[in-house]
């Protein structure tokens, strides 16, 4: 080995040794976060009016359960009633229920994807909520959604995510 290398080598050892406390405090950081998992997926069969089993636990929150809901008739079918009678949009509300046990807020960030049979993707949105410490809250959000594409849906991909 020359000196040339030598003193590298030697060099390197000394940035390593200095990265330790940083890589010491990170690893710190990361032991603080909660034993659940701060993004998880699930897909459920798409039911209306009926609660899906989830049982997800993202960072301090456990999301239990997820209801979608019809509310028919909108504003827009009221202004400019449409030919037939027959409404075009329904709101379709898609309520979790998240509980956070823990002392400190956390918010719920949901991503939703409706899916037909086929795995192709009929309509996608995102929401998020913030559920207090030592609260159990719903989080829901109201969409518009043409009534023709309803029928059409066969699964829900639901992604959640968890920050404080």
């Not at 003193?7 to 950081?29: D, E, G, H, I, K």
């Not at 079918?77 to 229920?97: E, I, K, M, N, W």
């Amino acid at each position: 080995m020359t000196t040339r290398t030598g003193r590298m080598l030697f060099a390197l050892a000394l940035v390593s040794l200095a990265a330790l406390p940083a890589l010491a405090q990170s690893t710190a950081a990361t032991a603080a976060v909660p034993a659940g998992s701060l993004i998880m997926s699930k897909t459920v069969p798409f039911k209306l009016d009926e609660p899906q089993k989830l049982d997800i636990a993202v960072g301090a929150l456990r999301v239990p359960e997820l209801r979608i809901t019809r509310e028919d008739g909108s504003l827009i079918d009221s202004v400019l009633p449409p030919r037939g009678g027959q409404t075009r949009y329904s709101y379709l509300r898609y309520a979790l229920s998240a509980e956070n046990p823990s002392k400190e807020s956390w918010d719920l960030a949901a991503r939703v994807r409706l899916l037909d049979r086929n795995g192709a993707v009929i309509d996608e949105f995102e929401f998020k909520k913030g559920v207090s410490d030592g609260r159990a809250r719903l989080v829901d959000l109201k969409r518009l959604t043409l009534n023709y594409a309803v029928p059409l849906i066969d699964r829900v991909e639901l992604t959640l995510s968890a920050e404080r």
